[in-house]
């Protein structure tokens, strides 16, 4: 009987992190978007924009960042729309060492 039970105990303590893994959780990316007023090309292939209302921040894209057809934050006056998520940074100058932190895009699409 006891052998039963311990079998069942390890059964189950076994099966509960892989049905933790089918639910979905929750992501936390949230949206933003705006025109861009100050864009800052980055030492780490990173590009730095300040991005302005209605849904505005300093933001980071990477190089991991999934971009739509007109390309990465090239200028100001351009539009930006997409989800953010993770703390970034964008090395700006190796002598003197200064770093730009922001928010990185996860996705995005831009306008020309």
Known sequence: MKSR???TLIATVLMVPAAAMVVPTAAFAFPFG???SQV???FNDAIYANVG???GGQF???PSTVT???GPPSHSGQWLLGLASPPYYCLVSIQPIIVYTGTAITMMGSSQ
Do not use: D, K, Q
Request: glycine content about 6%.
């Open 5 to 7: 039970v311990l079998a």
């Open 53 to 55: 209302a209605p849904r």
């Open 68 to 70: 739509y057809e007109f």
């Open 40 to 42: 800052i090309f980055c």
């Open 34 to 36: 705006g025109s861009i």
């Open 60 to 62: 980071v894209w990477t």
